[in-house]
């Protein structure tokens, strides 16, 4: 097996970018040029094309989950029925809980003269989304449901507490998703609950929510644990 | 560097909107690279096509997940070097060269005689003998030359983390260098 020496701290700061290569002792440089004319070695990009076969893969496959347009994709999601339940997060203080409590308060079902709530599909459920991001232009949530486009689901935070929400129709079963703040940052729910590894492999993980099935009555929650 | 290209923001979210044949100008974009890349990960160039052709049609798949589409480059990367950490789980590290890399130089050769085709086969056996996380490493630094902060997304590794993979496998490479010539 090779025996490994240590590289001067010196020589690695020039390899790293972070000091002129001058600055180096005769036996570094042959060190330095040594390793750079291996690296500069491998640079050839190997005479290979897979773009044909990628393309081919592509043309068979089903078009990408969002080339519907958004705006026939708000209509399908405006035009579903739907009813309301919420999902609480109950970690943010009474003040969080007053001000959803309005909202779980609501019936599941039609309760009175003029309330009409849309009768859920048996296979779907709402689930409502809180978030708090202090200071946030925007939230959204993107999720397996919505195939992660942007624009589909936006939160609001009315009285500029921090505090944002709304609400989806879903099919029943596990959904994955991530807020979006600000149109760029992409944030787990810290009160999911359950997440995934995001399928890259870097470790980033998705929430999970899982919605029961309708019947009259919708409970949506998060991973398994009505909130 | 754009010359009036589109910017693969503007490509990815052609894609999304529902034209799929604008993924061609990723793939002209990006292939080299990835190809290079896989395949110093895997010492051979069938598998190193596999990964790099997976790697896109899943890239393409789930481009809506793109979190940051102006670094488009760094998520290809990473989906790529995880479907070569996949090839490599599938079989021993020892097979990974031996099979495909060409013969050592002989020993009577020095560094500065040697033909190019013999030095790169050199510089790929002492490569493929580096584990794999001090080879993607060294990889991605001083033949893809990505800084440190694009390395990290390209990993999901720590800056610090990655320096010292660097500079371990500098050590290991030279070592090896030393002891094959």
């Not at chain 1, 609480?88 to 309330?115: C, K, N």
């Not at chain 2, 584990?131 to 720590?158: C, D, I, N, Q, W």
Request: with cysteine.
């Amino acid at each position: 097996m090779m025996a490994m020496s240590p590289i001067d701290p010196q020589l690695q700061d020039v390899l790293d970018g972070e000091r002129d290569p001058a600055t180096l002792s005769p036996d570094q440089r042959e060190a330095y040029a040594r390793l750079i004319t291996a690296a500069e070695s491998l640079q050839q990009a190997p005479r290979l094309s897979v773009a044909d076969r990628v393309m081919a893969a592509i043309r068979a496959m089903p078009p990408v989950p969002s080339r519907e347009p958004a705006s026939r994709r708000l209509w399908r999601w405006l035009a579903r029925p739907r009813a309301v339940t919420v999902r609480l997060r109950p970690a943010w203080t009474l003040a969080l809980a007053a001000a959803l409590g309005a909202v779980v308060l609501l019936p599941s079902e039609p309760s009175g003269p003029g309330t009409s709530f849309p009768i859920p599909g048996d296979r779907e459920g709402v689930a409502q989304f809180v978030g708090h991001f202090p200071g946030a232009r925007s939230v959204e949530v993107v999720g397996s449901f919505n195939d992660w486009s942007r624009g589909m689901l936006s939160l609001r935070d009315d009285n500029g507490d921090g505090i944002w929400h709304g609400a989806a129709v879903l099919p029943a079963g596990q959904h994955e998703y991530m807020f979006v703040v600000d149109g760029e940052r992409w944030v787990a729910d810290p009160l999911a609950g359950r997440y995934v590894d995001d399928g890259f492999g870097i470790g980033r993980e998705n929430s999970v929510l899982i919605v029961r099935p309708s019947r009259g009555a919708v409970t949506s929650d998060g991973a398994g644990e009505s909130r | 560097m754009n010359d009036g290209a589109p910017t693969d923001v503007d490509v990815v979210a052609r894609v999304l909107g529902g034209d799929g044949e604008a993924f061609g100008i990723l793939i002209r974009r990006y292939e080299p690279g990835l190809l290079r890349f896989a395949t110093r990960m895997l010492g051979n160039s069938d598998a190193a096509a596999d990964a790099v052709a997976e790697s896109l049609v899943r890239a393409y798949r789930h481009l809506a997940q793109c979190r940051d589409p102006a670094h488009l480059r760094s998520w290809l990367y990473r989906i790529t070097g995880n479907r070569c950490r996949s090839h490599l789980a599938r079989r021993r590290t020892s097979d990974i060269s031996l099979s495909d890399a060409p013969p050592l130089a002989d020993a009577t050769d020095t560094w500065g005689i040697l033909e190019r085709g013999e030095q790169v086969a050199l510089v790929e056996r002492a490569l493929a003998a580096l584990p794999a996380e001090k080879r993607e490493a060294f990889v991605l630094k001083h033949v893809e030359g990505m800084s440190y902060e694009e390395m990290a997304a390209a990993t999901g590794a720590r800056i610090p983390t990655l320096k010292m993979r660097v500079h371990r496998a500098r050590e290991a490479l030279l070592a090896a260098l030393e002891e094959l010539v």
